[in-house]
């Protein structure tokens, strides 16, 4: 197996108990690279601090809609020192992108302009280290999709944990997009994710755990890690009708083209 897990938390609280057995596990299963995910300052610093111990592991750097601040100027000063971070411990490139930023009206609806400027000024900082951006949007639909017509990210990136809404795929493709599928294709209350997965191109797909959520059946419920990969991979294989390996071979090769990865 040789699988890429573009998007995981192992700097979660839930793995602190079996973090560095894990890693070695999922490691010698097959996951060949992985990136670990930042969404605070706080959460990328630690995440950094995990990668740089594994030379197949990479991360990004950013702030989510649920985790900014509560004022204008509180956001502009998290978003300085992120930068700062960026620029100072970046020598090694083990930073990909910006992210996991976005918009999230599921927890969060009394701070929607705060959310809009967070997500704008980090799309900025990204043109600014001309880096890609992962993109977390939930029940924000039609704002993501305004925001990115009207402030043009240099370097693309990746919506993560895609939620499974023709308008959002068919818009984020046209905008230059990569789609990351995650557990919820495999759910099955998931009535249309054979169709989203049919309007992807295999050119365009990603792969991810979200670890350590959302794990996928046959193992929903539970903890999720990156070996359940293999679950996703096989649910797009089953529906673009190819075989697992090429699913394998191609989110690899996507993941390491938006992120730069060589």
Not at 39 to 65: C, F, H, R
Not at 167 to 182: N, Q, R, T
Not at 199 to 224: A, H
Request: glycine share 4%; net charge negative.
């Amino acid at each position: 197996m040789k699988f890429f897990d573009s998007h995981a938390h192992y700097n979660d609280e839930k793995f602190d108990k079996d973090r560095e057995d894990l890693i070695k596990e999922v490691h010698e299963f097959g996951v060949e690279k992985l990136i670990c995910a930042g969404y605070s300052l706080q959460s990328s610093k630690y995440a950094l601090e995990i990668v740089n111990k594994y030379d197949w592991m990479y991360t990004i750097s950013g702030i989510s809609p649920n985790d900014i601040s509560n004022s204008y100027e509180e956001i502009d000063e998290e978003l300085k020192d992120l930068e700062e971070f960026i620029k100072t411990k970046n020598e090694n490139k083990k930073i990909v992108a910006i992210g996991e930023i976005g918009l999230d009206y599921h927890w969060n609806t009394e701070n929607k302009e705060l959310q809009k400027y967070a997500f704008i000024k980090q799309i900025e900082l990204a043109n600014e280290l001309n880096l890609p951006i992962v993109i977390h949007t939930r029940e924000a639909i039609m704002d993501t999709i305004q925001i990115l017509k009207e402030n043009n990210v240099v370097k693309k990136g990746v919506f993560h944990c895609c939620p499974l809404n023709r308008e959002l795929v068919k818009e984020a493709l046209k905008l230059g997009f990569y789609i990351s599928f995650a557990g919820p294709i495999t759910f099955k209350n998931s009535k249309n994710a054979d169709e989203i997965i049919k309007m992807v191109p295999e050119y365009k797909i990603l792969i991810e755990t979200d670890s350590p959520y959302l794990s996928p059946e046959p193992n929903r419920g539970k903890r999720n890690d990156s070996r359940n990969l293999q679950f996703i991979a096989e649910k797009i294989a089953t529906v673009k009708e190819v075989s697992l390996e090429e699913i394998e071979d191609l989110t690899f090769r996507n993941t390491c083209e938006i992120f730069g990865i060589k």
